[in-house]
C-alpha cells in the first residue's frame, strides 16, 4: 500500500527558516547539512525535505533538547539513534534530525561527526534569509 504524497510531512522552507530563528534566539549555533544544507548552498529549494538536518556543539544538546520540548518535540528513536546523533519530532510530522560536534581546545572538530573544521563556516539562504550550513 502506498501513501499519498500530500500525507507524507515535508519541512517546509518556512517551517525550516521558523526553527533556524528559534535557535538563534535561544543562543545555539546551528548549522545545516543535509537536504536543506545543499539547498541553502544552492540559494533555492530543489526538492521536497523529510527533516532539518542540523549541526550543532555537543554541549548544547540540553539547551537544544528543552526548546524543542517546549514546541512540542520528543525523541524519535531510530536504529541510528546515539548520543552524538538523534532525531527529534513534533505532532504534525516536523522532523529535526540532530548532529553534534565537540572541538579540542585547538577549535578542531574531536568527537561527534567528523566535519572538517572549514566546512563549519559555509553560509546559505532560505527564503531570502541568510543560514549556516555545512560546505564540504
Given at each position: 500500500?502506498?501513501?499519498?504524497?500530500e500525507?507524507?510531512?515535508?519541512?517546509?522552507?518556512?517551517?525550516?527558516?521558523?526553527?533556524?530563528?528559534?535557535?538563534d534566539q535561544a543562543g545555539i549555533d546551528v548549522i545545516l547539512d543535509g537536504g536543506w544544507g545543499v539547498d541553502a548552498l544552492l540559494g533555492e529549494q530543489t526538492r521536497s525535505h523529510a527533516d532539518l538536518d542540523i549541526v550543532i556543539a555537543y554541549q548544547d544538546i540540553p539547551s537544544?533538547?528543552?526548546?524543542?520540548?517546549?514546541?512540542?518535540?520528543t525523541d524519535m528513536p531510530r536504529p541510528d539513534t546515539r548520543l552524538i546523533n538523534f532525531v527529534m519530532g513534533d505532532?504534525?510530522?516536523?522532523?529535526?534530525?540532530?548532529?553534534?560536534?565537540?572541538?579540542?581546545?585547538?577549535?578542531h572538530p574531536e568527537q561527534g561527526l567528523d566535519y572538517?573544521?572549514?566546512?563549519?563556516?559555509g553560509m546559505g539562504t532560505i527564503l531570502g534569509n541568510p543560514v549556516r550550513c555545512i560546505d564540504l
Open positions: 500500500m502506498s501513501m499519498d504524497p500525507d507524507v510531512p515535508e519541512m517546509t522552507a518556512e517551517v525550516a527558516v521558523e526553527l533556524v530563528q528559534l535557535f537544544l533538547r528543552k526548546l524543542l520540548e517546549s514546541k512540542g518535540y505532532k504534525l510530522g516536523h522532523l529535526v534530525d540532530i548532529h553534534t560536534y565537540t572541538l579540542d581546545r585547538l577549535n572538517p573544521l572549514a566546512s563549519l563556516n
